[in-house]
Each structure stands twice: as C-alpha cells, then as structure tokens.
C-alpha cells in the first residue's frame, strides 16, 4: 500500500487540507503536557509529546451523549449523524484501543448505534513512538510502538519529516487528497522507518503480566486485593483516562415532562457502581471494586474476547491520585501464578 | 445591559421570572399580607413556602438559576424573630457566602437576594419584591448556567 | 533516607511494638518519580516502608475515617483500632475537622507532628519540562534534580515547584499531635494567602463568568478531588442523589458548575487548603481559586479558620447576633 513522506513544515497545511470537509482531532499543547482536542486551526497541534493526558476515545465514545428526548408521552430518537472525522496523532496504543472498543460495541446481539455511526466516519493516523511515554508498557500487553492495529495510516516522526503508511483503503484515499504536499517514501526513508521502529522497541522494559488466567481466578481471594483497596480513593480517574474503559451509566434528566435519557461514563471504582435498587451493593469494599477493575481487564475481557483490555499507555499510573501503579499489580498477580 | 436593550427586550415581551423562598412564619405571612391588603406589587414572583430560612439548602437557589429562573429572593424572619430561635442566625451566614460565591464565579449579583420581612411587614414585603424585579430587570434575562434541554449532545 | 524518616521510622516501630496503635498510616515511595502511595504499616518489620520528603503531598486525614468503620460482613465483636498517622500542618488541621464532625475518635489515635516547608507540585515540574515527560527525580536538599524523557538534566529549585497551597501555608505544624519528630519549621513567610482571589475578584463579571466557563469545560466528572479531600466523606454525595436528583451527572457545563458550587460550598468554614484537590485533578483544574475564596469569606466576615482548634465550633454551626448583614437586600 501507499508508502509516502510529507516535510514536517507542510504538516500544518496537509492537515488544512484534509480538515476541509472533516473534523479534525489531535493533539494540542495542554497544562497537563498535550491532549487531544477537536482541532480548527492546526498551527495549534503538537506531536511533540508523548501520551496525551486523556485518550482520543472521546473522539468515538464521548463522555456523554444523549440517546433520546422525550415530550410528555412522544420518544424521539436522536439523528445519528456524525461527521467524517480525521483522528490525527493517535499513539499505537490508542489505536489498538479503539479496535477493542469495536469488539464490546459490536459484541453479541448488539450493534451498538451510538458508538459505531462515530467509528464509521472516523479515519485513524497512528503516529509511531520513537521513545516511551512516563509509564508504558505496550509491548507487554500484546501492542507495540510502531503497532498498526486500528489505524488507518501509520506515520512515523523521522525528524525532518514524517513517514506514513496507509494500511487500509480508507487511509489510502485519505493520503490520496494531499498527493500535492507528498512524495513517495524511497528506499531510504524506508530503511529509517525500520531502524526508528527497532529502536524504539528495544527501550521498552518487559513487564509481568499474568496471563495464566486459571491462577488470576485463584486470586480472587488472595490479601492483595485488601492491601490495594485500602489505597485506592475510589475515583473515576483511571477509568476516564483509560482508552479501552468503556462503562457507562443511564440517566434521565427532565423539567416538566421535557427531557433526555443519556449515558455518561462510569466507573467501576465508584461506590455506587454496583448499588443495587435495593440497597444492597455486592461490591460495597473498594478492595472489591479495585479487584474488579483489575480482573475485569486482565481476566474477564481475555475470556469474552480473547484478549487483556489494556493497551499499556500508562495514564492510569501517571494520573492515580493514589499513586497506584498497575504495573506493580500486574507484577505481583504474575508471581501469585507461578507460587500457587 | 443598557437602557435601550431593556426596554427593547421588555418591549419583546420579556419579564423577570423570580423564584422566592419564603419562610412560613414571617416572609411568607407578610407577603399573604401584602395580599390581603390589596397592596399591588408586579405579578413576576413565584412563591415556595419553606418553613424557616435555616431550611434553605443553598443548592436550592443554584438549581433554581440552573432552572431558568431570572432571579432568587430568598427571604426569612428578623434576626431574634425566628420562630425556631436561631435557624435564619445560622442561615443568614450560608446567604452571605452563597451571594458573594455565586457573584465570584459570574452570576450577576443583581439576581441573588436575601431579606428579613416579619408577618407584618405588607408593605416592605412589596417594596423589596419590587426593588428585587428592577434590580433582576437591569440585567436582562438569565443566560449563565441554565440547563437547557432542547439541544441534543 | 534524611533524619526525619529515620526517627519516624524508629517511633513507628516502638509505637507498634508497645501495642500504642494497631497500624500506621503513612507514605510510600512508588516507582514513579516525585510520587508517594498511602501505606499502613501494621508490623514494626515494615516500618522501613514509611518515607517521608519533600514529595509527600496527599493528605492522608483522607485515609482515616474507613479504619474506625466495622468491617463490612464482620461477625461478633470488633473493637476499632488504634490508628497512628503522620501529619502535616494541614493534614493536622483535617484531622481537627474529622474528630470534630465524630468521623474518627480522638482517643484511637496517635499523631505524629512532623513541621513541613512545602511539599513539591509535580504539575509545576511537569510544566518546566513541557511536552517532554518526567523520567526520574531526585530531591537534594532544597533543590531537585529532574531528567525528562529526553534525557536532558535539569536542577530546579524547590520553592519554584511548590504547591500552591504549600507556598501560601501560614500552619507548618501540626495543630494536633502527641508525638513531634523533626526541627521545628522555619516560620512561614508573610504572604496573603488570598492573594490569587483578591485578584480575581477585580475581574468584571464577564471575565470571571468566561474564566470559570473554560475552566470548568475542563472537568470529566471523575471526582478525584472529591474522593482525595478528607472532608468529602459522606456515603452518599449530593452529587450522585436521585431523589431529588440535584444535577446531572455529565459534563454538561451547567451541572458542571452545579457540582463544584455545591462541593465548594460543603467545604465552607471547614476547608483548610491543604491542595489534596488540586493535587488530585487529573486535568489540573484549579480548584483553590474557587475554594480560597470561601475561606477568605469565612475569615472576613466571621473572623473564623477552619480547624485550628478542637475546642472552636466551625463558622457554620454557629452564629452572633452581629454577624454581617450588609448584603441583604432593603427596601
């Protein structure tokens, strides 16, 4: 497939270019270090930084949005009508994420409309790293650096300009409309691309991970959780800022018989997670609910689909309020299988 | 908000939508009294009677704003007066910090309004309720922190 | 290790040893750097777990309350521990507050008073180093040394990268303990620590309306600094009520404001600015201009700070006949 590189100084007009009849998200200088940000002016993007400090997933699962509204009596279904949109920037790590967010939304007997009309009229540029982020640990978790997984296009940062690869029709036809403002890659850029992708995987530690998911079962019990749990504050935050977390509450809010259900996400760190109508909340310790969070992804989601629903960004380490490392979770898990 | 963009805007058929708490022993009995004594005062208030001052949940005049309302008045009795001793002292303290928070963050502070008016205070019930409308009116109709429900996300 | 971590260590160690307390609540170093964990050491071999330096910023008054609480599922009888904790001038302060609203006892817990000149705000250090990442720290003495993720060194002076909260503290010691470890602070600088809100407040309303509206787009409703502040402790918050249901549960910019007026307004005569909030905020909100002035507030108008003192009731349990009514509304 198209193989093509763009000189770093034209990104701004490439991305003028393609922004014309799309939205554009990347990421922008932010208090935090970079975030991504609906973009209207791309003097403002900056693909200096490492991980953003919240994930693009907003781009297709926003933090809320309303399923319908209602009169009185009368539902009346909300047009579903997204626009074409160009998620510019994405790390590997996030676009691997929006691949698992497709399995959940497509997942059985539901299609779920809400998600896939975003998703379907999102184009994805993956930017490869060519250093690690404060926390990651891609590799780890069956991602990669310079990974292709739910992208579009994937570009590599080769200092004076940018590579990019298209990797599915999409991205071809989107790299197509700025043929002006690109060469074809050559031999030797080629070769940079592989040299920067080999260098890039080599400065990722290995970590732990427990994969034996008999022995995560057996852990269920174990004393780790209660040790975590005391620390855990039982906030939102891990969840929020975690790319393939996908949980959500429906609410309805209304004012004199006009009004709206919408669903907002959730977590299942908070107390009320799991509070039953009844008063009862089967999770009522945060031990619990910490475990929950853990198990969920590194055991309940391999056995539903296969795989970890962790990506290894690292933003639920370098954003815990609590100072909680999942890295020294996963680690201690990983021993707990090989001791039992 | 200026002069001409007033009248234009009560010429468009705009009135101040003011939403009061009234305390049931003083406030409320005085505005009832206000009432009875045939003293006009604007038809732009909407009463809730509470049964003290100290009752009033600061989140009430929030939610109230965030409903729509132009303004809030919320009125009890006299300091000494309080038929339950000391639920307005207690309140009178939340008022002060709930106004001068709420100018702090951008509401305009001609919209949040506390009084004392006693059971027989008719007369100044309607005059503050007046003053309240005019004051409310200055500044237009209310476009800080309203939910609105017709747009869809 | 520096000598106040060593003879908190040593007190600890007795203090669990003689059976004075059941476990201790303290800080933990993690992998990443500028950052500490809770830790509740329950045997004096763990003592050698507690750290403490210029990068133990939460508060861990936070941490207290769910230790006097029976173990959910617990048959028989349970007796609440003996807690002792490290405490900070503001975490002393917190502790003030929560023995005085009956959420810990006073008489199951030890406090150890250590004076602190500030505690480093790794947002700040984050912003010297801009888009590049933290990858190592070091404190060395009044300086740290930081290496980005580029690998470039860069030494910062620590009064650069203090906390907010911390550069404007007037309390370094504990206002509550039994026990203190370490030299007594050098005396806090004159500052206002009002000063960011007396600037505010001469903004028109507009420009504090616009100010509030971009900051507060910022917020994803994690509640972090709600769940980080040691007075948010109530089982169920306004925030999450559905009868009645008091705003929405989006970002939604009107139920934003919604939520942070009413938390800020639970916080009134009761916060004591020790930053867990703005430490917690994953989106480096700045909750204290909002907080501050509820505190600036309280000072002026009741001459009254949040829990310096067990014996004071706080500014909204109470009242005088002459408090000020100069805001009220007259014919």
């Known amino acids: 497939m198209l193989e093509i590189t763009l000189d770093k100084s034209k990104v701004q007009e490439f991305l003028r270019l393609l922004g014309q009849n799309r939205r554009l998200f990347a990421p922008v200088k932010d208090r935090m270090g970079t975030t991504f940000s609906e973009v209207v002016d791309p003097s403002l993007v900056c693909l200096d930084g490492l991980n953003t400090n919240l994930s693009p997933k907003e781009v297709v699962f926003p933090q809320w949005e309303t399923l319908y509204t209602f009169e009185e009596d009368q539902a009346n279904e909300v047009k579903l009508v997204a626009q074409e949109t160009l998620l510019f920037g994405a790390r590997p790590c996030d676009a691997r994420a929006l691949e698992l967010l497709d399995r959940v939304f497509t997942w059985e007997r539901i299609d779920d409309p809400y998600y896939l009309h975003r998703r379907e009229k999102t184009c994805v540029v993956a930017l490869a790293c060519n250093t690690p982020g404060e926390a990651c640990f891609c590799s780890s978790v069956g991602g990669s650096p310079v990974g292709e997984v739910g992208a579009d296009v994937l570009a590599f940062d080769l200092g004076e300009q940018l590579y990019l690869r298209a990797l599915t029709e999409r991205g071809e036809a989107l790299l197509n409309e700025a043929s002006a403002l690109t060469e074809k890659a050559t031999e030797e850029d080629k070769r940079a691309v592989q040299q920067a992708a080999a260098e890039a995987e080599k400065q990722l530690q290995p970590i732990p991970i427990p994969k034996d998911l008999a022995a995560l079962k057996e852990s269920f019990d174990a004393e780790i959780w209660e040790n975590l749990g005391q620390k855990c504050l039982g906030c939102g935050t891990c969840a929020y800022v975690c790319p393939t977390c996908h949980c959500f509450d429906i609410t309805d809010e209304t004012k004199k018989g006009v009004g709206r259900r919408v669903r907002s996400w959730d977590s299942c760190a908070f107390s009320l997670f799991t509070l039953h109508g009844s008063g009862h909340n089967p999770r009522i310790t945060q031990a619990a609910r910490y475990r929950q969070r853990v198990l969920h992804k590194f055991l309940y989601c391999p056995e539903n689909f296969g795989e970890a629903f962790c990506v290894g960004c690292g933003r639920c380490i370098t954003n815990c309020p609590a100072g909680l490392d999942l890295r020294a979770v996963l680690e201690r898990l990983a021993s707990l299988a090989k001791v039992g | 908000m200026t002069k001409e963009t007033n009248e234009k805007m009560s010429g468009n058929g705009w009135e101040p939508r003011i939403v009061a708490f009234l305390c049931n022993w003083c406030s409320y009995a005085g505005a009832d009294l206000a009432g009875v004594s045939r003293i006009q005062y604007p038809p732009n208030v909407r009463v809730i009677r509470v049964p003290c001052s100290g009752r009033i949940n600061p989140l009430f005049i929030v939610k109230a704003l965030q409903a729509g309302a132009d303004g809030v008045l919320v009125s009890g009795c006299h300091p000494g007066d309080c038929h339950y001793i000391s639920g307005n002292l207690y309140a009178r303290r939340k008022f002060a910090l709930l106004k001068s928070l709420l100018e702090y963050v951008g509401i305009e502070p001609q919209r949040v309004h506390f009084s004392w008016v006693s059971a027989a205070e008719g007369a100044r019930f309607a005059e503050i309720l007046g003053k309240v409308i005019d004051s409310v009116r200055s500044v237009g109709p209310a476009n800080r922190m309203i939910k609105r429900f017709k747009e869809v996300a | ?331």
């Not at chain 3, 007795?14 to 329950?42: M, N, Q, W, Y």
């Not at chain 3, 071999?45 to 750290?51: A, H, I, M, S, T």
């Not at chain 3, 975490?91 to 199951?108: A, F, H, M, N, T």
């Not at chain 3, 060395?140 to 620590?158: A, F, L, M, P, Y």
């Open chain 3, 1 to 331: 290790m520096n000598q106040v971590e060593e003879t908190l260590r040593q007190e600890v160690a007795k203090l669990l040893e003689d059976g004075t307390i059941d476990v201790f609540v303290g800080h933990e170093a993690v992998s990443l750097p500028l950052r500490t964990s809770p830790c509740f050491v329950r045997s004096p071999k763990e003592v050698d777990r507690l750290v403490w330096d210029r990068i133990c910023t939460r508060n861990l008054a936070t941490y207290l309350p769910q230790l006097f609480k029976r173990p959910v599922g617990l048959k028989g009888e349970w007796t609440p521990p003996k807690v002792g904790v490290v405490a900070k001038g503001c975490d002393s302060r917190s502790i003030v507050g929560l023995i005085k609203e009956k959420q810990i006892p006073r008489d199951r817990l030890f406090i150890i008073g250590v004076g602190c000149e500030g505690m480093i705000d790794r947002h700040s250090v984050g912003r010297v180093l801009g888009v590049v990442g933290l990858a190592d720290a070091k404190v060395d003495g009044n300086s740290v040394q930081v290496i980005g993720t580029d690998g470039r060194e860069k030494r910062i002076d620590i009064a650069d990268v203090l906390a907010a909260s911390c550069r404007e503290c007037q309390h370094r010691e504990a206002v509550l303990s039994n026990l203190t470890v370490g030299e007594a602070p050098s005396s806090a600088p004159e500052v206002s620590h009002y000063a960011n809100v007396a600037g505010f407040e001469l903004k028109s309303s507009q420009e504090r309306w616009e100010h509030w509206v971009e900051e507060l787009s910022r917020c994803i409703r994690c509640y972090a600094c709600r769940q980080a502040c040691p007075n948010c402790y109530c089982e169920e918050c306004f925030a999450e009520e559905t009868a009645p249901q008091w705003l929405g549960v989006t970002t939604d910019l009107s139920d934003v404001f919604v939520f942070h007026l009413g938390r800020a307004f639970h916080q009134a005569g009761r916060c004591v600015d020790c930053g867990a909030c703005v430490a917690a905020c994953p989106q480096g909100i700045d909750l204290r201009l909002l907080n501050q002035k509820i505190n600036k507030d309280v000072e002026e108008l009741f001459e009254a700070q949040a829990s310096l003192s067990l014996e004071e009731a706080e500014a909204l349990s109470s009242f005088r006949m002459e408090d000020d009514q100069s805001f009220m509304t007259e014919p």
